[in-house]
């Protein structure tokens, strides 16, 4: 996934922020793959999530919180 605001492709907390927020199916699975290849995605993934699970309209973030876990 291209990035709106990133120059770059590496899983950075901001770029797994966008792919949550902003991904498609494609960008999940690829998401998806790199969390089982990569411990530190999962971390990332996770302190991503964390830090909007209060917002109880912010689903996708939960989804990705429970896949994590």
Do not use: S
């Not at 830090?51 to 996708?60: L, M, N, S, V």
């Amino acid at each position: 996934m291209q990035h709106r605001h990133l120059n770059h492709e590496r899983l950075t907390p901001a770029a797994i922020d966008d792919i949550i927020a902003r991904g498609g199916r494609q960008d999940w699975a690829e998401l998806g793959r790199a969390l089982k290849v990569d411990r530190g995605v999962r971390e990332i993934i996770g302190r991503v999530t964390r830090a909007k699970i209060d917002d109880p309209y912010a689903q996708r973030y939960h989804f990705w919180n429970h896949y994590v876990r």
